[in-house]
């Protein structure tokens, strides 16, 4: 990124709400950690993150979907988080001190992203207070809503959770 006018005015050009949330973000961004924001697109089906793998780098996404996955010894795969109002991953690695990334992050369409190193997104959150109120309340907005999802199946029958199933979305998200 040339300057954080640029990344303000790349962001300007998403969805409403998607824009509206990032420019508050981003509102006190320093000028030099916008200038370490990389712009790229990465293709459909492709890793963002991989399980295990040294956590280097936080994802904004622009424009795009990305899903959750976990791979089972028996090989089978688990979606288990729809990232839709998420718009940031990489970060919960940083939040909780983890030096390898938890959890594997897959494109379900073409994304345009801003990659930004762990260290640099860290220093800006850490010295951002707005930044880091508007990245936990979004968090914890996420997983208050998928533990709601969780015990509502939780407490299903067996043909209300059949139902469910057979009736269930492609992008796996259980409502």
């Keep these: 990124m040339e300057s954080k006018q640029q990344l303000l005015e790349i962001i300007s050009k998403e969805a409403q709400d998607r824009a509206q949330y990032l420019a508050n973000l981003f509102r006190y961004i320093p000028e030099t950690i916008a200038k370490e924001m990389i712009y790229t697109k990465v293709k459909k089906n492709e890793s963002l ?9 936080v994802y904004i996404i622009l424009q795009g979907h990305v899903i959750g996955m976990d791979y089972k010894k028996m090989g089978q795969v688990y979606s288990f988080m729809d990232f839709t109002k998420m718009y940031i ?5 940083i939040f909780t001190d983890c030096s390898d990334y938890c959890v594997s992050i ?12 762990s260290s640099s997104y860290l220093y800006w959150i850490q010295h951002d207070e707005n930044a880091l109120y508007l990245r936990l309340k979004n968090i914890l907005q996420t997983i208050t809503f998928e533990r709601k999802i969780d015990r509502e199946y939780l407490f299903m029958t ?6 469910k199933i057979l009736v269930r979305p492609a992008c796996g998200r259980w409502n």
């Design 49 to 57: 993150l991989v399980a295990g793998k040294p956590s280097k780098t």
């Design 106 to 117: 897959y494109t379900t369409q073409e994304c345009k992203l801003l990659k930004i190193s």
């Design 89 to 93: 991953v990489g970060d919960f690695e």
């Design 158 to 163: 067996c043909q209300e959770r059949l139902e």
